[in-house]
């Protein structure tokens, strides 16, 4: 053996675990089936009773199976790997690096899902920040014993390349990112629909309002000039401002700007792109007094069912996270069922007034 090589040692008690977990992950033995005997098992791997009964206590500890006395030992009417979704969020939810909004409100949903579904979809930490390594530790564990029925990212999951759970062969897994990556192997995407701005332009429009503004985050700015380009809207580019969401109290400040000049020199429309600034942005309208929505029309990003407080009446569009949650739940589901899916699925853009709208899968045109 070459130095630096090391041989691990496969026990008994693991083969057994591996053959049983294998039969019924594969399917060959399906939800409330009867398992070979324990005497079967004692023969097939030459191994002793008290062997056998500690594999079948670490599965029945699983979730894997249950024993039912002198009727025999069966597999779980909701085994693990049907029953169970991770959903990974990079890091915890820290004072000195919070969460977005849309994250919060994932998290909070999370919660729910249950009830509504009656699946298990649980919060793991990533270990991205190297603090969240016991969290990590287990959604491995859970990985390597099948215990998912599939995995959400909740962001492109870079920080995981190389790692056991990334490669993991056998469990369905998507994120939440514009577009797949093969350096990510077989992780799809679910991304939201890139229609947002052109909703909120035509919602201003549609409504007489003729000088729009934005309040946008940095990496939206771009995106945001040239969508109102393409929409034919003329629009100062200094009428177009970006604060960070980490310090969104700087976004009414530049409403403060924005609309402090004249009726004419001042937007009668205007559009909030991201829900972390809402708060700030409407806090700075009524503090000058504005009429809204006689003098200026407010549309906002929401992320429903949990938008962000306004303290002026705005229109609120966005995506609703129970519905990107179960497109993801629904996508797993069909990759483990080996049916083929798109490498994008686009979660639709919804109005606070408005019921799910269906969720599409094509390729979006240019």
């Known amino acids: 053996m070459k130095k630096g090589k090391y041989q691990v040692r496969i026990t008994p008690k ?92 994932l998290s909070a949903e999370a919660e729910g899902f249950r009830l509504r579904n009656g699946h298990d979809l649980i919060s793991f930490f990533g270990n991205e920040t190297h ?42 897994k998507v994120a939440l990112m514009p577009h797949t990556d093969p350096e990510l192997g077989g992780v799809k ?48 580019l200094h009428w177009v401002q970006a604060a960070s969401p980490e310090a969104p109290g700087a976004a009414g400040n530049m409403v403060k700007l924005l609309m402090g000049g004249g009726e004419g020199n001042r937007p009668d429309g205007l559009f909030v792109s991201d829900d972390n600034l ?31 407080r306004s303290a002026v009446e705005a229109m609120r569009l966005g995506y609703d996270v129970r519905q990107v949650i179960e497109v993801c739940v629904g996508i797993l589901d069909r990759m483990r069922r080996g049916e083929p899916v798109p490498e994008v699925t686009y979660v639709p853009v919804v109005s606070g007034l408005e019921k799910r709208a269906e969720v599409r899968d094509e390729t979006l045109p240019a």
């Not at 890139?194 to 309002?209: F, K, N, Q, T, Y």
């Not at 700015?221 to 629009?235: A, D, K, S, Y």
């Open 278 to 308: 809402v708060p700030s942005v409407t806090d700075a309208i009524a503090e000058l007094g504005l009429k809204v929505p006689g003098e200026v029309m407010v549309v906002a990003h929401a992320n429903f069912p949990h938008p962000t």
């Open 131 to 172: 603090l969240d390594l016991e969290s990590y530790r287990v959604l491995e564990t859970d990985v390597l014993s099948h215990r998912l029925a599939g995995i959400i990212f909740v962001s492109k999951p870079f920080y995981l390349k190389g790692s056991a759970v990334l490669g993991a062969e056998g469990i369905p």
């Open 14 to 105: 693991r083969l057994v675990v591996d053959h049983i977990r294998s039969l019924i992950v594969s399917g060959r033995i399906g939800p409330g089936m009867r398992l070979p005997t324990r005497t079967e098992l004692e023969r097939l791997f030459k191994t002793s009773p008290v062997t056998v009964q500690r594999a079948f206590d670490q599965l029945t500890e699983e979730g894997f199976v249950i024993s039912e006395g002198r009727r025999g030992t069966f597999v779980a009417k909701n085994p693990p790997h049907l029953e169970r979704y991770a959903i990974v969020f990079p890091y915890r939810n820290r004072p000195e690096r919070p969460w977005s909004h849309f994250w919060t409100a």
């Open 189 to 236: 995407a679910v991304a939201m629909e890139p229609r947002l701005i052109e909703a909120a332009v035509r919602a201003l429009v549609g409504s007489g309002r003729r000088r729009i503004g934005v309040i946008t985050v940095p990496q939206m700015w771009e995106e945001v000039t040239r969508e109102l380009g393409m929409l034919g809207v003329e629009v100062p």
